[in-house]
């Protein structure tokens, strides 16, 4: 069998989620090909070669490809599908936007999200935002599969696999970029980082999110957030953990003043160790925290920084 | 310009979903039922557009059971103009969906589709996409902002570093993010008309697709349950629970 990973990347370097979305290549077994589209990547093309158990990486690097718009890169993707019986992309917002327009030109359904896979054909994948685990076969004979990371073990990095440059250039001339508004910070990624501690509505102005800096800065931590306090424009949307949002899954997860609705607990319920500090003693969120402390956040989090 | 708004009848999002003892599938039955909330984003856009004289009609759709009438209802209560439901028995994949909304595409030619960005049950985040792909639109996802401009559509998009804006050309699909708008609602008086404004029903089968499944479920469990933790009294005792008994920090 053979497997296309599409590597995740932001041109300048290479996303590591794609090295579970490797993994979970793995576990369907046969030869894995990545493919890096992008614009100036060569950066994501050498961190590429280095994932262990690849046998290629296919490069196109062009203009075309530079924001990862959908209608180029599905039409890339299908043209190059027919050599292979799976294609894989992470469940991230790229793969999430172009990955089910391929699946449609190549008249198949997707598989989205999945978090184990039973055989080649089987996959196990969350719904109604976790509260079901669904294994789901699929009767196409190519398929098109998201790979939610929480679910598999990043493959190591110190391979050395064939680069083959395509000069394909696919550009459907019906959109184009227009900006982007980055959040730049010095942190960890919500999704690479192993401590993650996250504000909700709680926290009530953006302001005081900076009680969780310090705290962060100790942990080596990410700073997530809940919807409300999205929504309410205390902190950016790429915050978001949860059910629409990101899903996490680091070693250490601490919820800070959110109620732990079942959207929110969608993204961070597979953490392996929960803290919850809220100041209601029936908040859902104590229901699966390993550690609760019913307590104001204005006191707990500045004592909890400074006994770090 | 006329602005289709594909809909769909989900649980209720306050609900929490129990899973049948027979792991064939979760148990619906009885369950508060209600409009998925990012169709009703959509709903609410496109009647948005229709007020600020963008949009000359707004046609909502759903494919389903008789049931999924009540929310079609519900849109045309909240302002779409008429309604058209798509009647199956079967819960089909997405891409049998997108189908169907193909041809529905081809006959009505709207300008504007724009539906949610995922259904909270089945999760799948796919429908848009693949409805784009088969009609040759451009797509603009995880829309936090929808603004027209000539023979264009500048979408904003909420993804994973923050936020992209992209120029679609006419017609475009677009799915909704959560905070594109804030849906109204359907006031009592609006709610009466509703009932009476068109829903026309169409079986699936006339639309002559090959409607066989793609996928198989082959069962559905609960999740592993976390195990209630413990309250701790202190946050010197939660370091040192932290540190000495969970080892996530040092
Ligand atoms: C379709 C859909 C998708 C959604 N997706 C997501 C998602 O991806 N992520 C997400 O998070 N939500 C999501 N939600 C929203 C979700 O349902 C909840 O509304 C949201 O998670 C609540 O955020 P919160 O816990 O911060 O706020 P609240 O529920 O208001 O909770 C605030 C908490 O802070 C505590 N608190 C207040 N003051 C203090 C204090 N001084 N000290 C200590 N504790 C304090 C309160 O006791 C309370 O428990 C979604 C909803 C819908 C309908």
């Known amino acids: 069998m053979s497997i296309l990973v599409i590597v995740e990347h932001d041109n300048g370097s290479l996303k590591t989620e794609t090295l579970k979305t490797v993994g979970a290549a793995q576990k369907i077994g046969g030869d894995i090909t990545l493919l890096v589209a992008g614009f100036n990547c060569q950066n994501v093309v050498d961190a590429a070669a280095k994932i262990n158990g690849v046998k290629k990486v296919l ?13 180029n890169i599905s039409l890339l993707v299908t043209g190059l599908a027919a050599d292979y019986e799976h294609i894989l992309a992470t469940a991230l917002t790229t793969g999430k936007n172009f990955m089910p327009r391929v699946a449609a030109l190549l008249d198949v359904a997707q598989i989205s999200d999945i978090i184990a896979v039973e055989s080649s054909d089987t996959f196990v994948r969350p719904i109604y935002a976790g509260n079901a685990i669904a294994t789901v076969q699929s009767l196409d004979s190519k398929k098109v599969i ?66 969780l800096d310090g705290i962060a800065d100790k942990l080596g931590a990410a700073i997530g957030a809940s919807r409300a306090a999205v929504d309410a424009g205390f902190v950016p949307n790429d915050m978001q953990v949860g059910q629409t949002g990101k899903i996490v899954a680091p070693d250490l997860y601490i919820a800070v003043g959110i109620s732990g609705a ?31 402390i019913v307590a104001d956040l204005f006191e707990a989090l500045p004592e909890l920084e400074s006994k770090l | 310009m006329k602005v289709l708004v594909p809909i769909k009848r989900v649980i209720d999002y306050n609900v929490k979903v129990r899973v049948k003892p027979d792991h064939s599938n979760v148990d619906l039955a009885n369950t508060k039922m209600a409009i998925n909330p ?26 389903g059971d008789k049931s999924c009438q009540e929310q079609l209802r519900t849109a045309l209560a909240l302002g779409a103009d008429r309604a058209i439901q798509i009647e199956t028995d079967e819960s089909l994949d997405a891409l049998n969906i997108a189908k169907l909304l193909q041809k529905v595409v081809e006959e009505e030619q709207p300008q504007l589709v724009i539906l949610g960005k995922q259904s909270i049950d089945s999760d799948n985040n796919q429908t848009g996409q693949m409805l784009a792909a088969l009609t040759g639109m451009p797509q603009g996802t995880f829309a936090s902002e929808v603004k027209f401009d000539g023979d264009k559509v500048n979408v904003t998009r909420e993804v994973d570093g923050g936020l992209q804006t992209l120029a679609l050309n006419l017609p475009a699909i677009v799915t909704t993010d959560l905070r594109l708008n804030e849906p109204r609602y359907a006031s009592l008086p609006n709610i009466m008309k509703a009932k009476r404004k068109p829903l026309v029903v169409r079986p699936a089968a006339d639309f002559g697709i090959d409607l066989s499944p793609r996928t198989k479920l082959l069962k559905v469990t609960p999740p592993a349950e976390r195990k209630a933790g413990v309250i701790v009294e202190s946050i010197d005792e939660l370091v040192d629970k932290l540190k000495n008994e969970a080892k996530v920090i040092s």
């Open chain 1, 59 to 71: 490069v196109c690097d062009n203009a075309a490809y530079e924001h990862q718009l959908a209608e």
């Open chain 1, 146 to 211: 998201t790979v939610r990371t929480t679910g598999f073990d990043a493959v190591a990095t110190d391979g050395n696999a064939e680069v083959v440059t395509l000069d394909t250039v696919t550009d459907a001339g019906i959109s184009s970029h227009v900006s982007d508004e980055f959040t730049v910070s010095e942190r960890p990624d919500l999704g690479a980082a192993t401590v993650i501690i996250s504000g909700g509505r709680g926290m009530q102005n953006g302001e005081n999110f900076k009680l």
């Open chain 1, 262 to 292: 079942i959207q929110h607990l969608a993204g961070m319920k597979d953490s392996k160790v929960i803290v919850a500090i809220n100041k209601d003693p029936e908040a859902p969120i104590f229901q699966v925290a390993d550690y609760g």
């Open chain 2, 38 to 63: 990012f169709c009703e984003i959509a709903i609410e856009e496109a009647v948005r557009l229709k007020e600020a004289g963008i949009a000359t009609e707004v046609i909502a759709i759903s494919i």
